[in-house]
């Protein structure tokens, strides 16, 4: 069973920035795509950005050019570098990893954008 601990949420500025961190433990295993996904408030929960174990990545359109995504291998953790936050990325954070024993979910930390 693979558990994922998420860090880094919290309050920030508009214009602010935030890194989150997902780390994935449980026992040997082999970790194909992370990624973070996000839900707000009455809306669906949607794409943030992927990460292959190639380090291939995609990004959601809202947030491309602001958001970086990265992995260590080592460690098994991902990373969102959040820049230029703004209120609309107001959400629960959530860390998705796929593994060779399928797909889990982290917990989710919440980001919140506000003055």
């Known amino acids: 069973q693979v558990q994922l601990v998420e860090s880094g949420g919290g309050l920030v500025q508009p214009g602010g920035s935030l890194r989150l961190s997902c780390t994935a433990s449980g026992g040997t295993f082999s970790i194909y795509t992370m990624g973070w996904y996000r839900q707000a408030p009455g809306k669906q929960r949607e794409l943030v950005a992927t990460i292959r174990s190639g380090s291939n990545s995609n990004y959601g359109d809202s947030v491309k050019g602001r958001f970086t995504i990265s992995r260590d291998n080592a460690k098994n953790t991902v990373y969102l570098q959040m820049n230029s936050l703004n209120p609309e990325d107001t959400a629960v954070y959530y860390c998705?990893?796929?593994?060779?024993?399928?797909?889990?979910w982290g917990q989710g930390t919440q980001v919140t954008v506000s003055s």
């Open positions: 998705k990893v796929t593994s060779e024993w399928g797909d889990y």
